[in-house]
T-cell receptor, first 112, second 113 residues
Framework: AQKITQTQPGMFVQEKEAVTLDCTYD???????LFWYKQPSSGEMIFLIY??????QNATEGRYSLNFQKARKSANLVISASQLGDSAMYFC?????????FGKGTMLLVSP | EAGVVQSPRYKIIEKKQPVAFWCNPISGHNTLYWYRQNLGQGPELLIRYENEEAVDDSQLPKDRFSAERLKGVDSTLKIQPAELGDSAVYLC???????????FGSGTRLTVV
C-alpha cells in the first residue's frame, strides 16, 4: 500500500520569501512518481510538478522545485519568491503511473 | 484546448434521493478518474477507466455508487440513494500519460440534507 504524509496543516510566509512544504511517503514499489498539486479556494486541482523515482536530478518548474531525498522517502516542495497568488492548499501525491494517492494537504498563506 | 468539463457545479439533494454527475475529459485522454474529496482531506480514488473499461473500482461503494464511460469518452457517476455522508466534492480527472499529471475538472460540490 502507498501512504503520503503531510505533517504541516498550515504554513505562513511573507511575500517574496521561499517556503518549503513537507511530504514523506511510504511504498514498496521500486518505481513510482511523486506529484504536487495546488488547490486554490475555487476548488480546481492544478498540477505543479512531477518527480520520477529514478530521476537523478530534482525536478524544477519555474518557481517550484521538488527536493527529492529517496533514502529518506521525502519529496518536499520548495516555492521560491512567494506571491500572494500562491495562497492555496497544496497536496503531495504519489503513484505508479496509474492511480495517485494524495496526502491531506498543507494550507499555505502568503502575506504582503 | 478545452479542459475537463464537469457538471453540475453544485448540487443539493435530500437524503435517499438519486444524483448523477457528468464528466467530459480532454479529447484524446484515454484514462479517466473519479475522485471524492471530503472537507479538509485530499482526494480519494473512486474509480479509474482506461478507455471504456473500469480497471480500478476497488474503492467504489458498489451498493449505492455506479459509474459508466460509454464509448470511452465522457463518463457519468451516480449515487442512489444518497446518504448524508456522501456530501463532498466529486472530482473528475483525465490524462494521456499519468507521468505528467492529471488534469482535473472544477468538481461537483454535493450537499446531502
Amino acid at each position: 500500500a502507498q501512504k503520503i504524509t503531510q505533517t504541516q496543516p498550515g504554513m505562513f510566509v511573507q511575500e517574496k520569501e521561499a517556503v518549503t512544504l513537507d511530504c514523506t511517503y511510504d511504498t514498496s514499489d521500486p518505481s513510482y512518481g511523486l506529484f504536487w498539486y495546488k488547490q486554490p479556494s475555487s476548488g480546481e486541482m492544478i498540477f505543479l510538478i512531477y518527480q520520477g523515482s529514478y530521476d537523478q536530478q530534482n525536478a524544477t518548474e519555474g518557481r517550484y522545485s521538488l527536493n527529492f531525498q529517496k533514502a529518506r522517502k521525502s519529496a518536499n516542495l520548495v516555492i521560491s519568491a512567494s506571491q500572494l497568488g500562491d495562497s492555496a492548499m497544496y497536496f503531495c501525491a504519489m503513484g505508479r503511473y496509474s492511480t495517485l494517492t494524495f496526502g491531506k494537504g498543507t494550507m499555505l498563506l502568503v502575506s504582503p | 484546448e478545452a479542459g475537463v468539463v464537469q457538471s453540475p457545479r453544485y448540487k443539493i439533494i435530500e437524503k435517499k434521493q438519486p444524483v448523477a454527475f457528468w464528466c467530459n475529459p480532454i479529447s484524446g485522454h484515454n484514462t479517466l478518474y473519479w475522485y471524492r474529496q471530503n472537507l479538509g482531506q485530499g482526494p480519494e480514488l473512486l474509480i479509474r477507466y482506461e478507455n471504456e473499461e473500469a480497471v480500478d473500482d476497488s474503492q467504489l461503494p458498489k451498493d449505492r455508487f455506479s459509474a459508466e464511460r460509454l464509448k470511452g469518452v465522457d463518463s457519468t457517476l451516480k449515487i442512489q440513494p444518497a446518504e448524508l455522508g456522501d456530501s463532498a466534492v466529486y472530482l473528475c480527472a483525465s490524462t494521456a500519460d499519468p507521468r505528467y499529471g492529471y488534469t482535473f475538472g472544477s468538481g461537483t460540490r454535493l450537499t446531502v440534507v
